[in-house]
């Protein structure tokens, strides 16, 4: 009696050390009770499963691989996601069309209006964006301050007066494409985007 | 042949001695242009339009972006001075051999033009620059002492443990002890002519071994263990598919601490697609690169990094960079970040923790449903300047409560599970 008695409790234990090493820790992400529900079958543009036999011992693909196998060997490194083809326009809710100047055509580009009209929400939403994309270099002022910038070197004081009075079309190019230290922020921010930075760069920042 | 050897070594030449003139920066005393004015108003005019128009490229004394200043109207004449401030470019292409060697020496980086400055302006700042705080490079260096010694205060938790084990192996000493001290008395005792009452106190061990073997007793400690046992048990069931806590070891060894914390870069700037899509994204390595093709190492060490190193040779061969994703939501569910960041104004750190604070990213909430539910019973709904929820606002104006995310579909199924 006793000893079928302790049997069971050093087998309850035992259960409960075991599942002791379910959680996630590490390196290690856990376990899921119903793997399939968790992987995607689809393509995923940020989950990829790459080890061809992730999942085979729950498979039944026609093509005898890993049931959570989701890379796309067609591609370079089995990546899921592709570059467009050369020369796609992509469709914005304004309907502005690539940008085409070249990172040294500034002068042609100073000439080019803001085709943002100027309200009160363009200016905040503009404020908004500069903190995000502005701000750690050029600091929250403009002054050239940020703290990245300090270890980067070389960023304008958007005050300065080499700086104060460029047109707007100039300040839209050099986020666009960079120029001098700073690097091109075209695939980064939107031209929508970019245009109400540069009002509000304009508008309070280079405020005289 | 030989004409090209002789015009390619002109400008190297230039270029050494001009290495050798800032390698002497350090000893040597420079007898600034008589021209220029020593008057204390004169510098600290010039020091404003320093600070305004040069600060960020240029230090007096240490070489920056560009070269350090102090001592230029000793080395060049005051009129090229003027003439490469103004308009450096115009310099550069009439072909002045000083100002060709100074672009090549700085990555001909194009320093922008300063016409706007007048004559007078620029004597100020000349004035600066050869006799404006003489202690800037010291101070500069101090400061940044000060603030690495500042993150060090408090006594590190590593020292609490350390002095909690000595406590407890201290205080195990002083039981042994105890019982040695009981059991010497006890054998001494026995060996005494005693009364019974006293024999009777000596020898009570075994009245404790009948406790130990009568049945409560056994019953209440087997059915604390299984209690405990059980517990446990139920508790690991519930962390399984839960990877709160995952900490994956990533192929670089990026710091959120350092970019997010210390040097306060927004998340938005490399996380571009949190407003606008479903994902927040990993940045590509360029967005790495717009910083990373100037900072090749950290803490202003020289050489690169080898970490950094591994983003350039990503550049270099085009070859995406394999982060480990640490937010696995089951694909059984649908969440998006736009709908929470740009519409709702969530703040990452609401549901990612002190990311600022990480040295490595680890899954800070659990991500469960029932997580999910309990955010959207308790939130109320951003509807000022968002006509889309004008009319939500006008049906519930009946009720007392505010407008949660529960009462608009917050809760339902097919919300996330489609």
């Given at each position: 009696m006793k000893i079928t008695h302790s049997i069971y409790v050093i087998a309850i234990a035992g259960f409960s050390i075991g599942l002791a090493s379910c959680g996630a820790s590490g390196d290690h992400p856990g376990y899921e009770y119903a793997p399939q529900m968790y992987n995607s079958v689809a393509y995923e543009p940020l989950t990829q499963i790459q080890n061809e036999q992730e999942g085979s011992w729950l498979s039944n693909r026609e093509d005898g691989k890993g049931e959570f196998f989701n890379s796309n060997i067609n591609n370079p490194h089995g990546m899921n996601m592709r570059e467009p083809v050369e020369g796609t326009v992509p469709r914005t809710k304004d309907g502005s069309l690539p940008y085409r100047l070249k990172a040294f055509e500034l002068e042609e580009a100073a000439k080019i209006q803001n085709p943002i009209e100027l309200t009160d929400q363009v200016l905040a939403e503009g404020k908004v964006l500069y903190y995000q994309y502005c701000s750690a270099c050029h600091g929250a002022n403009g002054e050239g301050d940020g703290k990245a910038g300090e270890i980067v070197g070389g960023v304008a004081n958007l005050k300065g007066g080499a700086y104060i009075d460029l047109p707007e079309g100039h300040i839209f190019h050099v986020i666009m494409k960079g120029k001098g230290r700073m690097g091109a922020h075209g695939s980064q921010i939107s031209q929508e985007r970019i245009w109400k930075i540069v009002h509000y760069v304009k508008q309070e920042i280079q405020k005289q | 042949m030989s004409i090209k050897r002789s015009l390619t070594s002109v400008p190297l030449k230039l270029s050494t001695l001009l290495m050798l003139f800032f390698l002497m920066l350090g000893t040597q005393v420079f007898a600034a242009n008589p021209e220029v004015s020593d008057s204390e108003e004169a510098i600290a005019a010039g020091k404003s339009i320093f600070n305004a128009n040069c600060k960020t490229c240029h230090k007096l004394d240490q070489k920056s972006v560009g070269p350090a200043l102090r001592g230029v109207t000793d080395r060049r004449s005051i009129d090229w001075t003027k003439k490469f401030i103004r308009n450096s470019q115009a310099l550069i292409a009439s072909g002045d051999a000083q100002a060709v060697a100074i672009y090549n020496e700085f990555n001909q980086l194009v320093m922008p033009n300063h016409e706007f400055l007048s004559d007078d302006d620029l004597m100020n700042l000349l004035a600066y620059v050869e006799y404006?705080?003489?202690?800037d490079a010291a101070v500069a260096s101090a400061g940044g002492e000060g603030s690495v010694a500042a993150g060090g205060a408090g006594i590190p938790s590593e020292y609490l443990t350390i002095i909690l084990a000595v406590l407890v192996i201290v205080l195990l000493l002083i039981l042994i002890v105890l019982g040695l001290i009981i059991s010497i008395l006890t054998k001494y005792l026995k060996t005494q002519p005693l009364d019974e009452a006293d024999q009777e106190f000596i020898n009570q061990k075994s009245d404790f071994k009948k406790v130990f073997r009568s049945d409560a007793f056994v019953i209440i400690i087997t059915a604390l263990v299984v209690a405990l046992v059980v517990k446990t048990a139920l508790d690991e069931l519930y962390t399984i598919g839960v990877q709160q806590g995952y900490a994956p070891k990533q192929p670089i060894a990026f710091s959120h601490q350092l970019h997010a914390g210390q040097y306060e870069i927004p998340c938005q700037y490399c996380h571009t697609g949190v407003e606008i899509g479903k994902s927040a994204n990993i940045p590509s390595a360029n967005i790495c690169m717009n910083c990373h093709m100037h900072i090749q190492n950290v803490g202003g060490k020289d050489g690169i990094s080898p970490e950094i190193a591994k983003i350039y040779a990503a550049v270099d061969e085009n070859k995406p960079i394999e982060w480990v994703r640490v937010h696995n939501l089951p694909d059984l569910s649908y969440f998006n970040h736009a709908q929470h960041v740009a519409v709702g104004g969530v703040e990452c750190q609401t549901c990612h923790g002190p990311i600022e604070e990480m040295e490595v990213v680890y899954q800070?909430?659990?991500?469960?449903m029932g997580w999910c539910i309990d955010c959207h019973r308790q939130t109320s709904i951003r509807t000022e300047g968002n006509e889309y929820y004008d009319k939500l606002v006008q049906l519930h104006s009946g009720s007392k409560n505010a407008l949660k995310v529960k009462d608009i579909g917050g809760l339902e199924c097919a919300k996330c599970h489609y």
């Open positions: - | 404006g705080d003489k202690a800070h909430s659990t991500l469960t």
